[in-house]
């Protein structure tokens, strides 16, 4: 899991606009094995993702497809990341005392809502999700929102507490 996210938020699927790329994402995640293990520090939460059944799985009764309403917040999914740019030109008229004004270089870090799993699937795979999206999914689930799950209604249970991405400035 990546440390540079905090809070999870999410968008409302909105009826009958999802659109044909979306909806066929949504199916391909839905796809998707859960499984849920000891916890340990890549997967705080204990919630593995898999693209299919391998041998071991056979047998494994807690495995289970993500199914539509998981795929759907995770595709509607944001994790505010601590974004680093480093700029570099004439920053001559900067009044940080650190470079004095000579610098040629400096770095702005902002927070930033982003859609990890958009951001990080790979739309020419036709069939099956990459491994950075199934990262992003882990990253999701194993956020500290879902730290007391230990099965897919669990998870469902707390899909609706998660806030709404439009309502993150209400006060």
């Given amino acids: 899991m990546e440390a540079s996210y905090g809070k999870l938020f999410h968008l409302p699927p909105v009826e009958d ?15 998707l094995y859960c499984y849920f293990e000891e916890k340990n520090k890549s997967l705080p939460n204990g919630i593995n993702i898999f693209n299919k059944k ?34 570099y030109g004439d920053m001559s008229n900067s009044e940080d005392e650190d470079n004095g004004g000579d610098d040629d270089t400096g770095i702005i870090t902002y927070l ?16 099956i999700i990459n491994k950075e999206a199934i990262s992003s999914i882990k990253t999701i689930l194993n956020h500290p929102a879902f730290n007391k799950c230990t099965s897919l209604n669990d998870i469902k249970k707390v899909i609706p507490t998660i806030q709404n991405l439009n309502d993150r400035f209400d006060f």
Avoid: A, H
């Fill in 17 to 31: 606009t999802c659109g044909k790329w979306n909806q066929q994402l949504i199916n391909k995640l839905g796809s």
């Fill in 54 to 87: 391998n041998g071991w799985m056979e047998e494994e009764e807690g495995l289970q497809p993500l199914g539509e309403y998981i795929s759907s917040f995770l595709v509607n999914s944001y994790l505010v990341k601590n974004i680093t740019i480093t700029c």
């Fill in 112 to 127: 930033s809502p982003v859609n990890i799993v958009i951001d990080t699937i790979d739309r020419n795979y036709t069939s």
